[in-house]
């Protein structure tokens, strides 16, 4: 009976062990990123006059490669109509398919920029979408399923030199759920930032200055590979005076990259965890039986 009982511990335990999910670690305390190997994709929206406010990009951030953009865009209005203004937002991964980054504006209108292959096809359509985009560093079409395992959500407020806006980027409700993957916490619902005001440093990994404010989701196991949905709402606000063009001043990013990492806390010994349940099941079959 002994010899089943050890057994059957084991057993039981590799079968808890298959079924654990990957955990994602969120602001996790310790944890900190030695090194940013790549950027494989990145969501954005921004205040601009003139270019683009909302983008998904292949890595790099926006910008061209081979004299093609990285990126698919949507122009959503000028700063007197999109300062100030709270936006619902998704940002949304379908493994083996793509990313998909919505807007929604009070008045309920949804801008949707897609990239990837999706079966079934989304509806309603993206109002922008790409299958194929250029990946920063090589001139090979990429389409998205690369290696990565952290996400990054910033925020940027931050004041063009030599001239006073009063930039503010606000992110609240914030929530973040992965299929078949266990949060280690909830991400922080709320974050703001304006020019210098962030200054505490970040402890995973360092903010660009204080005109940023970061969280950072970091796993060991391979995002690309789960459904993952981020959602909030997002509220970029600049005084009536701004200057015309402050495109990258007043911004909500989120980024997935490929990251190393150290300080996550390592689980209990598959042996010592087997040797307690065993234990167990030998104090039980020790117990004297009850005499009637």
Do not use: H
Request: proline content about 7%; glycine content about 6%; charged content about 10%.
């Amino acid at each position: 009976m002994r010899k089943v009982l050890v057994v059957s511990a084991f057993a039981a335990l590799d079968c808890a062990s298959a079924a654990a999910a990957p955990v994602v670690y969120v602001n996790q305390p310790g944890l900190t990123i030695t090194s940013i190997d790549t950027s494989v994709f990145g969501a954005k929206y921004r205040l601009s006059n003139s270019n683009f406010d909302q983008s998904i990009d292949s890595g790099g951030g926006t910008t061209t490669v081979n004299q093609l953009p990285n990126f698919v865009s949507r122009d959503l209005g000028n700063l007197t109509a999109l300062r100030n203004v709270i936006y619902s937002f998704t940002v949304r991964q379908i493994a083996g398919q793509g990313f998909v980054f919505t807007l929604t504006s009070p008045s309920n209108v949804t801008s949707t920029v897609a990239w990837g292959t999706f079966l079934p096809l989304l509806n309603p359509a993206p109002n922008a979408s790409a299958l194929l985009l250029p990946t920063v560093g090589s001139l090979l079409p990429t389409a998205p399923g690369a290696f990565y395992n952290s996400l990054q959500i910033e925020l940027r407020g931050a004041q063009r030199s030599g001239t006073a806006y009063s930039p503010v980027a606000t992110a609240s409700d914030l929530s973040f759920v992965a299929k078949g993957m266990t949060l280690s916490t909830a991400l922080n619902p709320s974050m703001s930032v304006s020019p210098g005001s962030n200054t505490t440093p970040n402890p995973n990994y360092p903010d660009s200055d204080s005109s940023y404010i970061s969280q950072w989701l970091v796993t060991k196991a391979n995002l690309a590979l789960y459904d993952w949905t981020l959602s909030g709402r997002i509220n970029l606000s600049v005084a009536a005076n701004a200057p015309s063009n402050i495109d990258e001043f007043v911004k909500l990013t989120v980024t997935g990259k490929k990251v190393r990492f150290n300080g996550v806390p390592e689980p209990m010994p598959i042996a010592t965890l087997a040797l307690g349940l065993a234990a167990i099941g030998w104090r039980r079959r020790r117990a004297p039986a009850a005499r009637s």
